[in-house]
C-alpha cells in the first residue's frame, strides 16, 4: 500500500469515543460480533473503520488464497491454490456497496471461464474476500432485507455455503461486521438490530474546537500523507500494541461470580430480549478488561458497556422516540447506586 | 459583495465562480453539484467548464456496470472466440461528470461514492430533478460547491477566468494559508447554517483556500468565507435561526464590517452573523432545500405493486439478453438456445465443446415487489381544526404504526390557508413523521386542490422512481380555496375533481376519510373521481381506516 493510499490514522479521528472504543473491542474479540455505528453524515463512520485495519498488524495468508487462508490445509479446494508461499496482507476491510447482487456476495458461478473455457469454477464474492478482516455496509438500515438476512447469518455461522447453479461450494467466512447508517433515512428490523454485538450512536461534534481540529487533521492529511502519518503514527502503534496485549491477555481475564451476577440483574432489569444481550455484554465487558491491563471484570467495565451491548436490544415501540440509553442509564443508577461522573 | 469581478449577490456570478473554484480545487472541494435543466445556459456553462476541465470525463447511470468499472465483455468474447477485456471509465479518472445524476440508482451511486472515497475520482453532478428530486445522499454528500441555474440567462454568467488565471492559481493553491482565526470563523459559519456534516466542513475549508488563490491572495479572507459560505455551506444548511442572546463571541474589526449599507446596527455584530444575513437575501428560496433532500431517493424493498426485476424476487421466464448491470445469465436457457444448432456450428470451430453465439444469451427474470409510499394529505384548516383534528391526527398514528408493520415508506403533507405545505417528504423513518404531525397546527381556509396536488406531484414522482404511490387524503370537504388562491367554493370543488381525475389516470391508489360531522356529499364524489374508497370517519374508529387503507392498497395492486 503506497503512502497516498493509506487510510486516515485511527487515532487522529477526533472525539468520537464511544465508537472508537467499540471497534477496538471487535478487533481485541472479534466473537463479540459486529459493530452497528448509527449517525449523521460525515461523522467519520467510514474513516474510523478502514482506519482500523490500517492499525492492525497485517495478517499472514497463503499467496493467492481467494479467502486468506492461513495455512495451505485451510485453503478451500475449489480455489486450487498452487502456490505455498505464505505472505503478509493487511486486514482486509471489504465494502459491501449497497445495492449489491447475491452473487457478488456470496460468490458465483464464474461466468468467464464457463463460456470461454467450458469450466465449472467458482468466483468467490465478498464474503470470501472479508474472511478474517472486516465487512463494512455503509448505508446498512437501506440494504435489502435478504442481503442483511444472508450476510448476519454467514456471520454468525462463520461458513459460507453456496448451493446454486449446479454449484456446492463452501468456504470459511469470518469477519467482523461494521454497519452504519442514518436511522432518519431508515430503520433496521429488530431482529436485525439484536444480530449486531454493540451499537453505537454518533454525532458531530457540537463544540467549535473540535471542528476546527477536524478539518485541520483532514486538510493535513489531504496534503502531505506522508507526513501526517509519519506525525500519527507513534499514537497508532501504541494503540496497536495495547490491542495485541490485549488479544494475548483475553484468555487471562477472569469472570468474578458478582460480575455475573451484574450482568444478569442489568439485562433483567431492563428487560432485553433473549440471552444474546448478556453474552455480548460480558464478552465485551471481558475485552474491555483485557484492553485496560484489568485482570478481571469489574461492574465499572459492565456499567460502560452496557449502553451499546444493550441499547439496541430492548424492546420498544417503533414510534417512540425517547432513546434507549437514557433508560439504560436510568436503570443502571437504580441498581448500582449513582453513576460516578468519571466512569464515562 | 465582489471577488475579483464576481459579484457574490447575483446567482450567474455565484455559478461561474463555483466552476472556477472547482476547476482549481478539484477533489479538495469535493466535487460541485449542479442543478441545471438541459437548455442553454447550461451549455455554455458546461463548455466553459469543460475548457477549464480537460480530462474530464463523462458518464450516465444508463452505461452499464462494465462500461462504468471495466470487466469481460461477454458479447465480444463470445464473438472473438478469447476473453476480451473492456476498461471502464471511472477507472482513474480523476474528474467525472455525471449527467442525469438524479436518476442514478442507488446501487451505483453507492458504488460511486466508493470510488470518491478511495481513488482520486470527484464529481461534477450533473442533476436535472425537477420538484424536489435530488442525486442519491451519498452522491452530493461528496461534493463541496453547489449552484443552480435555474432562472438564469447565458448572458447572466460572470465572465469566465481563462486557462492561465486557474493554472497560475493552482500552482498557488498549496502556498496558501489559512488562519487559525479564520478556520474558527469558518466552522462558526457552518454552525450557525446547521451544518453538521464534517465532509462538507472540510470541502469549505478546501472552497475557502481555491478562492484565495483565485484572487492571488497568499491567505484567506474574509471575502474568501464569504464564497465558502456562498457556494458550499449556506445551500446544503438550514436557514439559520438568529438568536441574540446566543451569539458566539468573536472580535473583529469594525472597519471590515460596514461594507454592507444595511449593516447600520450590525456595526458592532459579529462575523458568522453578518454573512448569515447577507445569504439570506442573496439566495432564492428553493436553495435551502438541501436540509430536505436527503430523504429523496427512494430505496429497500416493501408491498408496492410488482414489477420487473433481474435480481430479485419470484423467477419469471428467461429472454434472450445479454448479461450485465446487474441481469444474470441464465445458463440453462443459454445452452438450451444454442442446442439446435450445434450441428451446423460445430464445423467452424471444430472443437467438442458447446459453441455460443451472443445471440443465444439468455438472462434470468424475476417478478420484485416495489416499495410502497403512503403519502398523507392531512386537512389543517380552521375548519377541521375546530372539528376533528386529534381524531384525525389518531388515525394517522394508527396508519403509521401499520406501515410500520409493512415495511412502507411515509410522506406527509398538510393543507391550510393558501396551500399545501410537505411536512415530511418520503422517508422511512416513521418517528419522524410522528413528530411532525404532532406539531401540526391548524387554521385558515382549505385548499383542497392545493393539498390533493401537492399529493399528486409527490406520488408521481415516487412512481417514476419505481416505488407504488398511495394517497390518503383526510379531510372535512369544505374546500373553499381555489388553486389560484382564490375563495371561490364552486371554483375550488371543481379543481379538487380535476386533480383527483389525473391521478386516477395515473392509476394512483387512494383513500378519502371524511372527518367532518356528518358525511359529505362532495367528498364521496371526489374518491369517485379518484377511484378510490370512502370512509365517514363519525362511524370510523382508527383501526376501521387502517383496515381500509390495507385493503384499498391491495386493491390497487392487482389493477
Redo the contacts between chains.
Sequence with gaps: MSADQKPFPFSAIVGQDDMKLAMVLTAIDPKIGGVLVFGDRGTGKSTAVRALAALLPPIKAVAGCPVNSERLEDCPEWAQVGSKRVVKRPTPVVDLPLGATEDRVTGALDIERALVRGEKAFEPGLLAAANRGYLYIDEVNLLEDHIVDLLLDVAQSGENVVEREGLSIRHAARFVLVGSGNPEEGELRPQLLDRFGLAVEVRSPGDVASRVEVIRRRTAYEEDRARFMAKWSRADGRLRGKILRAREALAEVATPEAALEDCASICLALGSDGLRGELTLLRAARALAAFEGDSAVSRGHLRRLAVPALSHRLRRDPLDETGSGARIGRHLGELFGPQKAAAE | MTIKGFDLDRAGHRAVLAGAIYAIGG??VGGLWLRARPGPVRDAYMSRLRALLPDLVDVTPAMDDTALFGG?D?TA??AAG??VLQKGRVAGAQTLALAGADRT???????L??CH??EAASYLLIDEGQDGEAPP??LW?RTGLTIGLEGLRPNDLAPWPTAKTIARARTRL?ETT?S?GK??D???I??AFSV???????FA??VARAAAALGGRAEVSERDLDSAALLSLAPRGLLPQIEPEKQ?EVEKPPAELSQKADTGEGRSEELSDRVVSAVTVALPEEAFLGGDL??AAP???GAGAKRRSS??GRPLPSRPGR?GS?R??D?VATLRAAAPWQRLRAPSLGGQ??T?RPSDLSVKRHEARSERLVIFAVDASGSQAMARMAEAKGAV?FL??EA?RRRD?VALLAFRGEGAEILLPP??????A??ALANLPGGGGTPLAAGLDAAATLALQAARGGATPFVVLLTDGRANVALDGSHDRAAAAQDADNIAKRLATERVGALVVDTGRRPEPQLGRLAGHLGGTYLALPQADAARVADAVSRAADLSHKL
Excluded: I, N
Design positions: 477533489k479538495s469481460l461477454v468474447s463470445l478469447k476473453k440508482p442507488p446501487a451505483l451511486a453507492a458504488r461514492a466508493l472515497d478511495r445522499a451519498c454528500a498549496a489559512f487559525a478556520e474558527t469558518l466552522v462558526e457552518g454552525a453538521s456534516d464534517a465532509r462538507l466542513c472540510v475549508h478546501g458566539p436527503a430523504h430505496s429497500g424493498s435480481q430479485r448479461p446487474g444474470r445469465l445458463p465443446s458447446v455460443l398514528e403509521l404504526a410500520y415508506r422517508t422511512g423513518a416513521l418517528v419522524r410522528r413528530k
